[in-house]
């Protein structure tokens, strides 16, 4: 699991780091019974405090997004049956804007020009819309 932190940035880390794991999990880098790193290990790899993680993890448990096992670990849960709400939508988009102009911005200062941004955009767009169709098609197969 891999999450960034922007220490400078206008979000509170808290919200980066839930965030980071909700579209881990929305994305399917995260999947269903993944366990994730122990509170003490996420802070200590995110040089945070331990409670900034911790609060994290309760409320993913709470949203409905892990569960947490005493003893065991936490764990990815299913993705939720239930449609989203208007609310949910427009944070994980606020999110999404957030990630792309993150990404853009270290692309700027990796010396990338806009056309070759551009290019990887292009190519990042085809890849995952071939990726959503070939899942699609696997599901309907088992359907």
Not at 8 to 14: F, K, M, Q, T
Not at 36 to 64: C, F, H, I, K, W
Not at 115 to 129: C, D, I, T, V, Y
């Amino acid at each position: 699991m891999y999450i960034r932190i922007e220490k400078g940035a206008s979000a509170p880390i808290s919200r980066q780091i839930a965030e980071q794991i909700r579209a881990q999990c929305l994305s399917g880098a995260l999947k269903e019974g993944d366990c994730l790193p122990s509170v003490r290990q996420l802070a200590r790899e995110l040089a945070v405090n331990v409670n900034t993680v911790l609060r994290v993890y309760e409320r993913l448990a709470a949203d409905g997004w892990i569960v947490m096992r005493h003893g065991e670990g936490t764990f990815v849960l299913p993705p939720s049956p239930r449609p989203k709400t208007a609310g949910e939508l427009n944070l994980e988009h606020e999110q999404l804007v957030r990630e792309f102009a993150s990404i853009v911005r270290r692309g700027l200062l990796l010396g990338i020009s806009t056309p070759e941004l551009r290019g990887m955009f292009s190519s990042a767009l085809s890849q995952a819309k071939d990726h959503i169709s070939k899942d699609n098609r696997s599901k309907e197969t088992y359907e």
